[in-house]
């Protein structure tokens, strides 16, 4: 007897990793496992929230509320056992058009809005349409973003100074950029310079060591020591605070709410996308599995906390999730300690961030944008199909020279239509003939074509896509046979315009003189067929094509 399958209940989507993990007798060892990943993962996180934050935009503070807050919520209620919630490098952009149009009030109002969909999202169960966004996309905008956040950094990599603001749109930064390289400081590039050598040498030398804190660090003392004119966060931003601040709502006015809207949306389609992939990273570095909805929820409560406390966007960040997996964690504790510990630092060392070079934090996000780019799978994507090559290009021009939402939606469409395409030309329509070698087994000798009954066999997903090649294939019929006979047997689903083919094709038929016979049809595919008009007298149904085809053939000879 075969176990019937079934579908979660309400508690079993989610329940946050956290409950899972305390239920599987979480010990002593597990907590120090936990301790030594979440320390790991704190020391990655605190440079790199303050970089995202201040190529965001904002002061370096509001990215390191993000972690605190939102990546403890996401720990700690998420469906992932490994997700280290926070500021992501894909949020620079969104993040800093928003603050550039509607203030930081306009980027607090909009995470908190984004915070309320995702979680909407989640629990309406449409997490699982996420991931199927073609990898394409995916490929595409992650090099997209990469070559933003590359191009962000140029002026402090380089410590230029502009006659104006630094233009957001892309062509244009590089020429106002461009206009600006006679005002270059040797010193800046310097620091930066020796800020990303120091993290490709440790990474080289000792992978396991925080390469990015180390680089940071390492900049911060000499620049100091040898007082170089360089920009630090003390100098453009005052500092760090060394605390929280009190939580507050934005301004949740109707005027106020859809003027971010877009931006909100925008969050949305971007964190959900980023918190799920990350979440799929570890879990193909684990072996474990996430709940995505769950996932997604925790997301939005992270989002609107993050929000109450002026922080930034938080998202699933693929890198420290990553960290945290390979430094041992056991479970969510880890993540949920890697935001003490980042209140820890914050409390502890915030006069010290003061001296931080501006040109350092650029250089860890140069190294960031050149990681991330994924530029090996761009080069086989180019080289796999013109189909992947096109949706690749496209999403990765339009993120970089128009928008990061609208490269997501025409990618994603681009993608759909090559789906289709390829479906469709999966579709076979098949005359078995026995008389000229191509029956593959007894079952196509079957249903061997003879003069007086025809037989099809459609093979594939029969859908809109498929339907105009289908309806000329059984259009082309040479003889004027007195039955037919339509096997569904390898059809596992049919959408309406499939089902007008086929109606279509039976009236024409009757027309004819002849009687049409569909054998082999699942229940969905019947009940679909009988929905759109294939029904008697019309047609004829038969469970077995050989059966069907016996039928056929009584009748045809009935008529003769």
């Not at 593959?440 to 249903?447: E, G, K, T, V």
């Not at 039955?483 to 047997?489: C, I, N």
């Amino acid at each position: 007897m075969v176990a019937q399958s079934r579908d979660p209940s309400f508690i079993e989507l989610f329940t946050p990793k956290l409950v899972t993990v305390l239920r599987e007798r979480y010990g002593l060892a597990d907590v120090k496992a936990d301790a030594v990943a979440g320390l790991t993962v704190a020391i990655v996180a605190l440079p790199l929230s303050m970089a995202i934050a201040i190529a965001s935009g904002v002061t370096p503070d509001r990215g390191l509320y993000a972690s605190i807050v939102g990546g403890f919520i996401v720990s700690a209620l998420g469906g992932s056992r490994f997700q280290i919630g926070g500021p992501a490098g894909a949020f620079i952009v969104l993040v800093a058009a928003t603050v550039a149009q509607h203030g930081i009030d306009g980027l607090l109002l909009a995470t908190f809005l984004s915070g309320l969909m995702l979680s909407a999202v989640g629990l309406l169960r449409l997490g699982t349409f996420i991931k199927y966004i073609p990898y394409p996309v995916t490929v595409g905008f992650t090099a997209g973003i990469a070559t933003i956040i590359f191009a962000s950094q140029l002026k402090d990599l380089l410590g230029l100074t502009l006659a104006g603001p630094e233009p957001g749109p892309f062509i244009p930064k590089l020429e106002a950029l461009g206009r600006a390289l006679p005002t270059a400081s040797a010193a800046a590039i310097a620091v930066a310079a020796l800020s990303i050598g120091t993290i490709l040498l440790v990474r080289r030398l000792r992978p396991h060591w925080p390469s990015y804190l180390i680089a940071v660090a390492l900049a911060a003392v000499l620049a100091a020591v040898l007082q170089l004119p360089v920009e630090t966060i003390g100098t453009r931003f005052g500092g760090v605070p060394s605390s929280l601040p009190a939580p507050h709502l934005p301004d949740l006015s109707w005027v106020r709410i859809q003027e971010v809207l877009p931006a909100a949306l925008s969050f949305t389609l971007l964190g959900g996308i980023e918190s799920l992939l990350s979440a799929v990273v570890a879990d193909s570095m684990s072996g474990r599995r996430h709940r995505s909805n769950c996932e997604l929820v925790a997301q939005g409560l992270a989002n609107i906390a993050s929000a109450l406390f002026g922080g930034i966007c938080v998202t699933g960040t693929i890198a420290r999730t990553a960290t945290n997996v390979r430094a041992g964690a056991r479970g969510p504790v880890s993540g949920m300690l890697h935001s003490v510990f980042l209140l820890l630092f914050m409390m502890a060392a915030a006069p010290l961030a003061a001296y931080i070079p501006l040109s350092a934090l650029a250089g860890v996000l140069a190294v960031v944008a050149w990681t991330m780019a994924e530029k090996h799978q761009f080069g086989i994507l180019i080289r796999a199909s013109v189909g992947d090559a096109v949706v690749l290009l496209a999403t990765f021009g339009l993120v970089v020279f128009r928008d990061l939402t609208e490269g997501i939606l025409v990618g994603f469409g681009l993608g759909a239509l090559l789906f289709l395409h390829r479906m469709a030309q999966a579709v076979e329509v098949d005359r078995p003939d026995t008389a000229n070698g191509s029956a593959r087994a007894p079952y196509d000798a079957a249903l061997a074509t003879d003069r007086e009954v025809v037989a099809y066999r459609i093979s594939g997903a029969f859908f809109f896509g498929a339907a105009a090649g289908v309806a000329a294939a059984l259009d082309r019929i040479g003889e004027h046979p007195k039955a037919y006979v339509v096997d569904f047997s390898a059809v596992p689903v049919i959408d309406s315009t499939a089902a007008a083919t086929i109606e279509g094709f039976a009236r024409k038929a009757r027309r004819q003189g002849a009687t049409v016979t569909i054998a082999g049809a699942r229940r969905p595919i019947l009940r679909a067929l009988l929905t759109h008009g294939v029904r008697p007298p019309l047609v004829r149904f038969k469970a077995d094509p050989a059966e069907a085809l016996a039928a056929a053939r009584r009748t045809a000879a009935n008529a003769g």
